[in-house]
DNA sequence: CCCATTGGGATTTTAT
DNA sequence: AATAAAATCCCAATGG
């Protein structure tokens, strides 16, 4: 019943098995054999519905289709918290304009933001640390705290000006949508998520 | 068995 | 007003 899944599973069991060694024999940053390792991952998603998400993206270019193939991904830090820039700025960036329009906001703050967006910006805040967390050496994979993941939720519940207060367990079922469309895929670890690296790259380009 | 986590169908909200 | 996408709610399944 679950043929790609296995495959899945096998992925993840090298990738734990390569974060394990690395970690172990250099403590350095080797994420990009993880890029390498984790690419054949998007199988179950690259061959059909790829590209149509692309120009979704309130931050990405319009003329700019294919950018990928890029053997580096074009982020070595995973533990990146030096930002002092708001990802929620981008939303009206004055160059990236295309043929959206993020002039529109609901509410006086933020306005439109996406889960992933909301997410990837406490990941950058280091006062949030104790509710996520990057997963050192492993590009774009983060974790929630076990304690704190229910915090989490509840801030963006809150951003989103939700009458009933969002729970991990909502959250987490949003986060499962996202690798229908390839935007995030779960790990097979606790509370761990990981980022696809079109995602990571379009965030990192508008922080 | 209990509890925390994960999966997914159904429904609601939001944006175009 | 209609449609599609995103998010939310809820409950079942799984695992330690």
Request: glycine fraction near 6%; charge should be positive.
């Amino acid at each position: 019943m679950n043929s790609f899944q296995e495959t899945q599973s096998d992925l993840e069991v090298i990738l734990e098995f390569l974060e394990e060694y690395y970690r172990q024999h250099t403590g350095g940053n080797v994420d990009k054999m993880y890029c390498t390792a984790v690419e054949p991952v998007d199988e179950r998603s690259a061959p059909v519905d790829k590209g149509y998400c692309e120009q979704c993206w309130t931050c990405s270019e319009p003329t700019n289709v294919k950018p990928a193939l890029q053997p580096l991904l074009a982020h070595d830090a995973p533990p990146a918290l030096n930002t002092t820039t708001t990802l929620s700025e981008c939303g009206s960036l004055p160059n990236f304009v295309s043929t959206r329009q993020p002039t529109k906001h609901t509410a006086g703050s933020g306005g439109k933001v996406r889960l992933f967006h909301f997410l990837f910006e406490v990941l950058e805040d280091p006062n949030m640390a104790h509710c996520v967390s990057w997963v050192p050496a492993a590009a774009g994979v983060f974790r929630f705290s076990s304690t704190n993941k229910d915090k989490v939720a509840a801030l963006w519940g809150q951003r989103k000006g939700n009458k009933r207060p969002m729970t991990y367990q909502k959250m987490s079922r949003a986060l499962r949508n996202y690798a229908r469309s390839g935007e995030i895929f779960k790990v097979k670890k606790k509370l761990t998520y990981q980022f696809s690296r079109e995602t990571l790259m379009l965030l990192q380009k508008c922080q």
